[in-house]
């Protein structure tokens, strides 16, 4: 018997989002995903000074934090040529790879563990056995059984007195969780333990940035002047502070979440042929060596996968008309030029539409327009962007790191490359690159150490800073990789002020509705086939979903649901 079920809203994710299903005789047959938040940041931006942008669009979401950021003074280098020192791209790198440390671990066990992990199962596990299992899979010195009895006795006093805090409304006892005791209680011990590390590595951009979250950046370089011997700079102290951190980070990801990530897996393994959807694959890259301009230096290379073919990586090329498109056809907005329109960002309009007197999220009709993300497009394909795209565009593009870390995990599992393109692939890309970022972050810093040693301190290049030696009009495009995937900005300046901005984001590229051609995007076509155990508790939809780790806050860009300005900011 066919029936349609409807998830809203996906919890364990950052913003709104909706996801509706057709299962038939226990599959997912069909599946819709609309986004049901906006915001208007394209709105919010026009007739500002470009250099100011970076510290608006930073607060599209409050887990990406800094990659809006950089986007964002990346688009505006462009626009006006401007090349940022060399310990300007080692710092930005810092950040970066600071921000997908935490995030990733956050992700794995905190937004995904659950959709794996029977919290209330972990109560039958033998601490003593735990201890043994844990041991051997790491030497974290946490792994005690006096450690996981008194935990197990913490998680006792939660489920007794009914209230399971933050691991309340679950599944707990569905029939698609297959870990033992143990290893149950061993993730909800990492889960713990996460919560309190994390908070840890953020103070990188805390000491770079001022603050987190949303650290200070600058259009030419960054805000932060190197002095090993003054206290107001960043000093000896501080950069050994640094780099204890990322020393915590690196044994805290190979002891704790690498393990954990392989042990849960080696359960799930029928997951690396569930939740594929699509077979083009999309990254920006980024991580440079040699400087940002120089592309082929990138840790994360930029390129495009097609048809899941990992013998070619064709070019993107984010200023090229024809590559990026918007599309509306299924969204709340209007083009001048009608629906079936594709725009590029530098053309990108942000008008939005409305049919009646409510929000239309409140009468949501899939046969209509269901959605507050737009539908992008590489030349006409869907893209599925994310950790599994940057390690698949590595992987074929020939990083031998890369290469390394893959077919290890590959024959650690005994499962084929092809089990890759799966929700159990994409969960485990994201493992694997932290994995590698863990170690070039001490790369980056080193180069950076090197550079202070032969006095090369300067961190800023803003001889272009003044308005009057801009042309009347200059365009750009900043491109990274947010760890949800391929993020970029376009701007458009016109006498010395922001004309057009736009943000396409990963869930944009990911979690979008339908094109004009009824293709459908990443999240919906990865759940076509999934199996469904019991429709009242679909864990499996949520596996999937999660597994791309959503992020709707960045990609509904605040006005009411009539158009009428909320708050507006008079100073900042």
């Given at each position: 018997?066919?029936s349609?079920i409807?998830i809203?809203?996906i919890?364990?994710i950052?913003g709104?989002?909706r996801i509706?299903?057709?299962?038939?005789?226990?599959?997912v047959t069909?599946?819709?995903?609309?986004?049901t938040?906006?915001?208007g940041?394209e709105?919010i931006?026009?007739?500002?000074?470009p250099?100011?942008?970076?510290a608006?669009?930073?607060?599209?979401c409050?887990?990406?934090?800094?990659?809006?950021?950089l986007?964002?003074?990346r688009a505006?280098?462009d626009?006006?040529?401007?090349?940022?020192?060399?310990?300007?791209d080692?710092i930005?790198?810092l950040m970066?790879?600071?921000?997908?440390?935490?995030d990733?671990?956050?992700?794995?066990?905190?937004?995904h563990a659950?959709?794996?992990?029977?919290v209330v199962?972990?109560?039958?596990?033998?601490p003593?056995?735990t201890?043994?299992?844990?041991?051997?899979?790491?030497?974290w010195p946490k792994s005690?059984?006096?450690?996981?009895?008194d935990?197990q006795?913490?998680?006792?006093?939660?489920?007794?007195s009914?209230?399971l805090g933050i691991?309340?409304?679950?599944?707990?006892?569905?029939?698609?969780?297959?870990?033992?005791?143990e290893?149950n209680?061993i993730?909800?011990?990492h889960?713990?333990?996460?919560?309190e590390w994390?908070?840890?590595?953020?103070?990188?951009?805390a000491i770079f940035?001022?603050?987190?979250?949303h650290?200070n950046?600058?259009?030419?370089?960054?805000p932060c002047s190197?002095?090993?011997d003054e206290?107001n700079?960043?000093?000896?102290?501080?950069?050994a502070?640094v780099a204890?951190?990322f020393?915590d980070a690196?044994?805290f990801?190979?002891?704790?979440y690498?393990?954990?990530?392989?042990?849960?897996?080696?359960f799930?393994?029928?997951w690396?042929?569930i939740?594929g959807?699509?077979?083009?694959?999309?990254?920006?890259?980024d991580?440079p060596v040699?400087?940002?301009?120089?592309?082929?230096?990138?840790k994360?290379p930029?390129?495009?996968i097609?048809?899941?073919n990992l013998?070619?990586?064709l070019?993107?090329d984010?200023k090229d008309?024809?590559?990026v498109q918007?599309?509306v056809?299924?969204?709340?907005y209007?083009?001048?030029?009608?629906?079936g329109t594709?725009?590029h960002?530098w053309?990108?309009?942000?008008k939005?539409h409305y049919?009646?007197?409510?929000?239309?999220y409140?009468e949501?009709d899939v046969?209509?327009?269901?959605s507050w993300l737009?539908t992008?497009?590489?030349?006409g394909?869907?893209?599925?962007v994310?950790?599994?795209?940057?390690v698949l565009?590595?992987?074929a593009?020939?990083?031998q790191?890369v290469?390394?870390v893959?077919d290890?995990?590959?024959?650690?599992?005994?499962?084929?490359?092809t089990a890759?393109?799966s929700?159990l692939?994409?969960t485990?890309?994201?493992?694997?690159?932290?994995?590698?970022?863990?170690?070039?972050?001490?790369?980056f810093?080193?180069?950076?150490?090197?550079n202070?040693k032969r006095?090369?301190?300067?961190?800023?290049d803003t001889?272009?800073?003044?308005?009057a030696?801009w042309p009347t009009?200059a365009?750009?495009?900043?491109l990274?990789?947010?760890?949800?995937g391929?993020?970029?900005?376009?701007i458009v300046?016109?006498?010395?002020?922001?004309d057009?901005?736009?943000?396409?984001v990963?869930s944009?590229?990911?979690?979008?509705?339908?094109?004009?051609?009824?293709q459908?995007?990443?999240?919906?076509?990865?759940?076509v086939?999934?199996?469904?155990?019991?429709?009242?508790?679909?864990?499996?939809?949520?596996r999937t979903?999660h597994?791309?780790?959503?992020?709707l806050?960045?990609?509904?860009?605040?006005?009411d649901e009539h158009?009428?300005t909320v708050?507006?900011?008079?100073?900042?």
């Open positions: 018997m066919a349609r409807v809203d809203p919890t364990r950052e709104h989002l509706e299903i057709a299962v038939q005789d226990g599959v069909d599946a819709f995903s609309s986004g938040m906006v915001r940041f709105l931006l026009k007739g500002r000074d250099r100011d942008a970076w608006f669009v930073e607060r599209a409050g887990v990406c934090t800094t990659v809006h950021a986007a964002s003074v505006v280098e626009s006006l040529g401007i090349t940022v020192p060399p310990n300007a080692l930005r790198n970066f790879c600071a921000q997908y440390l935490q990733h671990v956050v992700h794995f066990y905190h937004l659950l959709d794996w992990v029977d199962s972990a109560l039958s596990a033998d003593k056995k201890s043994e299992l844990a041991q051997s899979l790491s030497n005690s059984p006096g450690y996981f009895s935990l006795k913490r998680l006792k006093t939660f489920v007794d009914g209230q691991f309340a409304n679950a599944y707990w006892g569905h029939s698609a969780y297959k870990l033992p005791a290893v209680l993730g909800v011990a889960y713990l333990e996460a919560l994390q908070k840890e590595i953020v103070k990188v951009h940035g001022g603050k987190n979250p650290p950046y600058l259009v030419g370089g960054v190197l002095n090993i206290a700079s960043i000093n000896a102290e501080r950069l502070h204890k951190l020393d690196q044994q990801v190979e002891q704790v690498i393990p954990d990530l392989l042990a849960i897996a080696s799930y393994k029928d690396g042929a939740g959807g699509l077979s083009n694959y999309m990254a920006y890259g991580l040699n400087g940002y301009g120089d592309v082929s230096s990138f994360f930029r390129g495009i097609l048809n899941r013998a070619e990586v070019p993107v984010g008309p024809m590559q918007e599309f056809n299924n969204s709340w209007d083009y001048a030029a009608g629906d594709g725009l960002p053309d990108g309009e942000t939005l049919t009646g007197p409510k929000p239309p409140e949501l046969t209509k327009k269901y737009k992008p497009r590489w030349k394909q869907p893209m599925e994310g950790p599994l795209s940057r565009v590595a992987y593009s020939g990083s790191e290469k390394e893959v290890s995990t590959l024959r650690t599992l005994d499962v084929p490359v890759l393109f929700t692939g994409r485990a890309a994201r493992g694997l690159e932290t994995k590698l970022v863990a170690g070039w972050a001490k790369e810093y080193n180069q950076l150490i090197d202070i006095g090369e301190v300067r961190t800023a001889t272009r800073w003044d308005p030696s009009e365009k750009g495009v900043g990274t990789e947010a760890p949800r391929a993020l970029a900005h376009w300046i016109r006498d010395q002020k922001i057009n901005y736009q943000l396409v990963p944009t590229w990911n979690a979008s509705p339908r094109d004009a051609q009824g459908r995007s990443a999240y919906e076509a990865s759940l086939g999934t199996p469904i155990a019991n429709p009242d508790q679909p864990v499996e939809v949520l979903i597994s791309f780790d959503p992020c806050a960045c990609a509904v860009h605040i006005h158009g009428s708050h507006r900011l008079e100073t900042f």
